[in-house]
């Protein structure tokens, strides 16, 4: 495939035309469906707590796989393991910083795909001047967002249950969350 395609008088190939444009299709997959797709679902602190718990580990696989693959299918000259080794630490670093989200979301995405089994949490209901918040028992989890609170709002209207700006400061509700593949729970 080392066809080339001519733009603006500039001999591009085809292969590299390629790779750009499914470059740019995962990348705007993953701006415009998936990233608002998980924040509509998980909670920001379950967020975080993956990223900052667990991301380094699928990390640390992604950079042996690199290492094996790489090792594997280089030439053994010094020249090439030191280009190697130095590729290797520049993608340690610069790949840590920018796939962070991105291997985060991605992750949690493959998560919902099947809900293993149900988890009921319950949220102690704070209604300050039409402002809602949730807090839990353990007083673990606090649920500020609004986006979030609307759609476990929603979530109650489906079931014919009081809206959160019904309740009184005090009340409490039951909240079901599905537990994921991998044993992060999220909203259904």
């Known amino acids: 495939m080392n066809k080339t395609i001519t733009i603006f008088g500039k001999q591009i190939k085809l292969r590299r035309i390629l ?61 090439a393991i030191g280009g190697f ?42 209604n300050h001047d039409k402002i809602i918040s949730l807090s839990n028992k353990t007083n673990e989890e606090f649920i500020f967002d609004d986006s979030f609170t609307e759609k476990i709002d929603r979530k109650r209207k489906m079931n014919q249950q009081k809206s959160l700006s019904q309740l009184k400061h005090g009340d409490t509700i039951n909240v079901f969350y599905d537990k994921g593949l991998f044993g992060f729970k999220y909203l259904n």
């Open 19 to 79: 790779f750009y444009s499914i470059f740019i299709v995962i990348f705007s997959i993953y701006s415009f469906v998936e990233k608002p797709f998980i924040k509509s679902i998980y909670l920001k602190s379950d967020i975080e707590y993956f990223a900052n718990n667990h991301f380094w580990k699928i990390y640390l696989v992604i950079i042996i796989f690199f290492l094996l693959f790489g090792f594997f299918k280089i030439e053994k000259s010094k020249e």
């Open 85 to 126: 080794v130095l590729a290797t630490i520049f993608f340690l670093i610069v790949g840590y910083v920018w796939l962070n989200h991105f291997i985060t979301t991605q992750t949690l995405f493959l998560n919902q795909i099947k809900s293993v089994e149900k988890k009921k949490v319950v949220y102690q209901v704070f």
